[in-house]
């Protein structure tokens, strides 16, 4: 089974400050899709942004964007001017190309500061 | 659009008693999903259905955890006996099953389990 890795259980970043959250797959696979996910206190899990395997350009969304690095397996996630509504746990996700497998690493709970 | 409904919210059982959730993904999707998710943890995927079949349940207890979804719609998972370990948030999820768009997973809120 593919795993996900997220070596930083919690970070912590100032208001309007940019923060990075790692996140490192083992994959065999050549296609596949990788996913963050935030989880806000209430729970519901809600999709970030995605990146597709077969894509070189890395995924923006907004103040989101990502650092895919294919051969390193290697896809972290890039908030610029946080804000407090971002405080949540980020989920890093892998699955793949036939959808058969849908993996989630620990998590990383973010910490916005006033 | 509708999405993931999962009933109860929350549960509160006895250990050794059983427990049902229910869940309805959004309608067409093809793929269903139950994780398991305890405190401080990120998602265990329980087990997968692609329509009414099972693609994965690989991780499922399966002295206790039964899981349905008989007509490739709306599923239910069932704990019997219940454990204190099985305290939990069980997340339903589901997503379509071609195509390269829209191939994230869709969460509903979750039921929160509380086995004491």
């Known amino acids: 089974a593919q795993t996900v890795t997220q070596s930083q259980p919690e970070m912590s970043v100032q208001e309007a400050e940019t923060v990075t959250l790692s996140c490192t797959y083992d994959?065999?696979?050549?296609?596949?899709?990788l996913f963050w996910y935030k989880q806000p206190p209430s729970r519901q899990m809600i999709l970030v942004i995605r990146q597709e395997a077969y894509k070189q350009q890395n995924a923006t969304e907004n103040r989101f964007s990502v650092n895919f690095q294919k051969a390193a397996k290697s896809f972290s996630l890039k908030i610029s001017d946080s804000q407090l509504g971002d405080a949540a746990m980020y989920f890093c996700a892998y699955r793949s190309a036939n959808g058969n497998q849908f993996y989630f690493g620990t998590g990383t709970s973010l910490t916005v500061i006033p | 659009e509708a999405g993931v409904a999962q009933s109860p919210r929350y549960k509160i059982i006895e250990k050794r008693q059983s427990v049902a959730f229910w869940c309805n993904p959004i309608s067409g999707h093809a793929t269903l999903y139950w994780y398991q998710q305890i405190l401080g943890q990120g998602p265990k995927l329980l087990i997968q259905?692609?329509?009414?079949?099972?693609?994965?349940d690989s991780q499922l207890p399966k002295d206790r955890f039964s899981a349905e979804r008989l007509k490739g719609v709306d599923s239910t998972l069932k704990i019997q006996p219940a454990k204190l370990e099985d305290s939990a948030v069980y997340l339903c999820a589901s997503s379509q099953l071609f195509g390269r768009v829209n191939t994230e997973a869709f969460f509903g809120q979750g039921t929160r389990l509380t086995v004491v």
């Open positions: 994959t065999s696979e050549s296609d596949y899709y």
């Open positions: 259905f692609q329509n009414n079949g099972v693609v994965d």
